[in-house]
């Protein structure tokens, strides 16, 4: 049952994540969103300041951090609000989750086989490459089908 709701979640995130490419193709400002928001609107760094109930030197430390992403998501959500804005946080892969699972369960797969292979070409009884990638293209579907947890055991 626990894998049929992971792949569930994952195929609803692919398909939030497919709406969400055309947000991630919008590049940050240079001076940051803070900044960039606030001037757009005409507001001095006092405007923003009194509102989110601050000093003026605070706002130029949230710009500054901003810029230097060591600012924090809740600074972010309450300079957003004081700016009339949303603030939206969230991850978009560059494929999408199912995708990203599949191509690494072929990785280990194919790391598995290499291993087996060097093994058998030490006692000459090598395989064929199309042998291979059959033998890769099973290993990865067992990985799959069996959530195996080595799907994630390689670092890239």
């Known amino acids: 049952m626990k894998s049929k709701t992971a792949k569930l979640r994952r195929a609803q995130l692919d398909q939030q994540f497919m709406t ?3 947000i991630s193709s919008v590049k940050t400002p240079k001076t940051g969103w803070v900044r960039e928001v606030r001037t757009a609107l005409g507001m001095s760094m ?4 009194a509102r989110l109930g601050v000093i ?3 706002i130029e430390g949230l710009e500054k951090n901003e810029v230097a992403g060591t600012v924090t998501i809740e600074s972010l959500r309450k300079a957003a609000e004081a700016m009339n804005c949303d603030f939206v946080y969230h991850f978009v892969p560059k ?9 690494q369960a072929s990785k280990v797969a194919e790391e598995i086989v290499r ?9 000459l009884q090598s395989t064929s ?8 293209e099973e290993i990865a579907l067992e990985l799959l089908r069996n959530e195996d947890r080595r799907i994630w055991s390689l670092k890239k």
């Open 129 to 136: 490459k199309s042998a291979q990638k059959a033998l890769v």
């Open 95 to 103: 494929q999408g989750l199912q995708k990203t699972l599949e191509s």
């Open 56 to 58: 003026k030197q605070r």
């Open 20 to 22: 969400a490419h055309g």
């Open 46 to 49: 006092s405007d923003l300041a």
């Open 115 to 123: 291993s087996s292979e060097h093994s058998m070409s030490l006692e």
